[in-house]
């Protein structure tokens, strides 16, 4: 068989690695277009239409790669956490690096690396993908699937953040991993959605400051059973 002068030999498979690499990147284009979408949108303004519309895609694309909506809905939330974990690995680097080789972390290298991810969290560009993760949090409370799919994901942050408090040293590191994510959560998302009244920038000081008081809160929680 000829196409366009090119003559292919039968007995040379196709390239499917080649093919399934594409495959990937696009399915990773569709679900960065849904976490754009939902930020711009709303949950509800997510349809194969508009994400094909959005990517400037021929309709159908999207349909063919996530056939269901709310597979649609999941890969965004799927590559929405992936992304904040790969931002987690980079900013946490040093830290991540002792505790793979089997080092101890000192509270001072962490909140360097809680610093940097502070800083990373409230950049203007990461409105969106601030914006869509609380459109997911949302539809997480009314769907079992996207929900079910939320503790999954979670999961991984968490027991390595806990993983890293046991390193340093507390004595309840679940406690104090839990006790993290909510400041870490709770500063970025208040960031975007109301004015801040605070007078200086957070710093280098303030976090370790906060992961001191995080270890003294877990440690008495395990003392006294709270």
Do not use: W
Not at 21 to 29: D, I, P, S, T, V
Not at 32 to 52: N, Q, S
Not at 82 to 101: D, H, M, Q, S, T
């Amino acid at each position: 068989m000829t196409i366009q002068g090119f003559k292919r030999d039968p007995s040379r498979p196709y390239n499917a690695p080649g093919r399934a690499l594409a495959a990937q990147r696009r399915k990773e284009k569709i679900a960065d277009a849904v976490i754009e979408v939902i930020a711009t949108h709303g949950a509800r303004g997510i349809t194969h239409r508009l994400i094909d519309a959005h990517l400037g895609f021929a309709e159908g694309v999207t349909s063919y790669y996530y056939p269901r909506r709310t597979a649609l809905l999941d890969a965004g939330f799927t590559r929405l956490f992936e992304n904040g974990i790969a931002e987690f690995n980079l900013c946490y680097k040093p830290v991540l690096e002792r505790l793979e080789a089997g080092e101890p972390i000192d509270i001072d290298t962490m909140a360097v690396c809680a610093f940097r991810h502070g800083e990373l969290l409230v950049q203007p560009s990461r409105r969106n993908s601030t914006i869509a993760r609380l459109e997911f949090y949302l539809l997480a409370t009314r769907d079992p699937e996207l929900r079910a799919a939320q503790l999954r994901l979670r999961r991984v942050h968490f027991d390595l953040t806990a993983e890293i408090f046991a390193n340093l040293g507390c004595r309840n590191p679940k406690r104090a991993s839990a006790e993290l994510a909510i400041r870490s959560r709770g500063d970025y998302v208040t960031f975007f959605l109301a004015p801040s009244f605070e007078e200086h920038p957070r710093n280098v000081a303030y976090y370790t400051a906060l992961i001191r008081h995080i270890i003294d809160v877990s440690n008495l929680a395990a003392d006294t059973g709270a």
